[in-house]
C-alpha cells in the first residue's frame, strides 16, 4: 500500500538537520522503498527541503500548486517505492490546501518548548537578519514563539487534524534517541535497512561571546558575502559558554508560566493530549545558566583573534570597514582597536613566512 508522509516544522524543531539527512542518503532511502525528492542544501546544511515539489512561488511565499503535485505523484510512481516522504517547514502555512491535494496523506509537526524556541529564534535572527538589539524576553517578540499562528491554521482544517500527528520535540521523549528516529517511527516507516540513524548538527547556534560579537558587527555594513563567511567562522568560536540563558530567572519563571498555560490551552481547543509529557517535564526542568549579554574588552579581543586565525581576508575588510566609518557606533567599543591589531599583525606576518620559507630553500640549496 502506498503512503505519503508530509513533515512540515515547526520552525526550529531540527527540520534543517533531517532535511540534510534525507538528502545524503537518498539512495538508501529508495533502497528501502522510500522516495524523497532531490532538493538543494546550502553550506550550512539549511534548505527550504522538498517546498517546490507540493508548491509553486507567488511572489516571495509559497502557495499549494496542483501542478507541481502532479508532477511529483508521477515521480513516486515512476520510482516504485511505498513511501513518499517530504520535509519542508515551508508546507506549514499551506498544509490545509496541500490537505485537499493530497487526500490520501499524513502529516507530522513538532512543538519545541516556546521558551527554547524564544532564544533560538533570537540567535538565528541575529546570525541571519543583521539583529542588532539586546533579547527581549516576550512571547510576541520576533514574530511570537512556536509559529502558533500557522499552527493553529493548520489545525482549524478538519483535512489537516485529522491525518496530523503533533509530537514534542524534547530529546527525553524522542522515539529512539533523536530527531530522526522519532519522525520515521512516527511515519510509519521500517528503519531496518536504513543503518546508521544518528544526527550531524547543522546550522550550529553560537556561544554567547561569537553571539554578541556578531550582533555588534551587525551594524557594519559589509554585504550579505562577507556576513556569510563571518556567520560561518563564528559558528567554530570555541570562546565563551554554549549552554546559557539570555533570560533572567524571574523573567523564565514568568514565561515558563505562560508557555505552559499557552500549551494547555492549545491541547483543549483542539483536543490533542500528545504533548502533555512534555509540559510535565518543561515545568519540572531547571533553566541553564543565566549569562547576560556583556563581553569584557578582553573576551571581544579574544572572539576577534579567533576570526582572524580562521579569516584573514573577512579580518581585513572589517577593520577597513571600521576605519572607514568612524561615524558608527559599536556595542563594543574595543572592536576597533581589536580589529586594527589584528589586521596589522597579519600585514606583518607574509613577509615573515615568506622569509622562513626562502631561508629554506637556501638551506636546501647549499647543501
Known amino acids: 500500500m502506498k503512503s505519503i508522509v508530509v ?7 531540527g527540520t534543517s538537520a533531517v532535511q540534510a539527512f534525507f538528502s545524503a542518503n537518498r539512495d538508501t532511502l529508495a533502497e528501502a522503498g522510500i522516495h524523497y525528492p532531490q532538493h538543494r542544501v546550502d553550506q550550512n546544511g539549511i534548505s527550504a527541503g522538498n517546498a517546490g515539489s507540493l508548491m509553486e512561488r507567488s511572489g516571495h511565499l509559497f502557495v499549494a500548486s496542483a501542478h507541481a503535485v502532479a508532477k511529483t505523484l508521477e515521480e513516486f510512481a515512476a520510482s516504485g517505492c511505498h513511501t513518499l516522504l517530504l520535509s519542508s517547514e515551508a508546507f506549514l502555512p499551506e498544509l490545509p490546501g496541500i490537505a485537499e491535494l493530497l487526500p490520501q496523506a499524513r502529516f507530522v509537526l513538532y512543538v519545541r518548548d ?13 546570525k541571519r537578519l543583521a539583529h542588532v538589539d539586546p533579547f527581549e524576553a516576550s512571547p510576541g517578540a520576533y514574530g511570537g514563539w512556536l509559529g502558533h499562528e500557522h499552527l493553529y491554521h493548520a489545525l482549524d482544517s478538519e483535512a489537516v487534524r485529522s491525518r496530523l500527528v503533533l509530537r514534542p520535540y524534547l530529546p527525553e ?10 519522525l520515521l517511527d512516527t511515519a510509519g516507516i521500517d528503519t531496518a535497512e536504513l543503518g546508521d540513524l544518528s544526527l550531524k548538527r547543522v546550522n550550529l547556534s553560537y556561544s554567547l561571546h561569537a553571539l554578541e560579537i556578531k550582533r555588534a558587527l551587525n ?29 533572567a ?54 572572539v576577534v583573534r579567533h576570526i582572524a586565525i580562521v579569516g584573514k581576508r573577512l579580518t581585513r575588510r572589517i577593520s577597513q570597514t571600521l576605519l572607514e566609518h568612524p561615524e ?38 647549499s647543501r
Open 249 to 302: 530567572p524571574a523573567e523564565h519563571e514568568r514565561l515558563r508560566k505562560t508557555a505552559d498555560d499557552e500549551l494547555r490551552a492549545l491541547a483543549l481547543r483542539y483536543d490533542i493530549d500528545s504533548l502533555e509529557p512534555m509540559r510535565e517535564l518543561l515545568r519540572e526542568k531547571p533553566p541553564k545558566p543565566f549569562r547576560p549579554q556583556q563581553l569584557t574588552d578582553d573576551e571581544v579581543d579574544a
Open 219 to 247: 551594524v557594519l555594513p559589509i554585504g550579505p558575502q562577507l556576513q556569510e563567511r563571518l556567520d560561518v567562522h563564528l559558528q567554530s568560536c570555541p570562546l565563551g559558554p554554549t549552554t546559557y540563558t539570555l533570560m
Open 7 to 13: 513533515h512540515a516544522g515547526l520552525p526550529k524543531t
Open 114 to 126: 516556546p521558551l527554547a524556541f524564544l532564544e533560538s529564534d533570537y540567535n538565528q535572527r541575529v
Open 328 to 365: 558608527i557606533e559599536l556595542v563594543y567599543p574595543s572592536l576597533r582597536d581589536s580589529f586594527a591589531a589584528a589586521a596589522a599583525e597579519l600585514d606583518r606576518a607574509p613577509a615573515g613566512r615568506q622569509q622562513r620559507r626562502w631561508g629554506r630553500w637556501v638551506s636546501r640549496r
Open 173 to 182: 521523549l524522542f522515539v529512539g534517541g533523536n530527531l530522526l528516529t522519532d
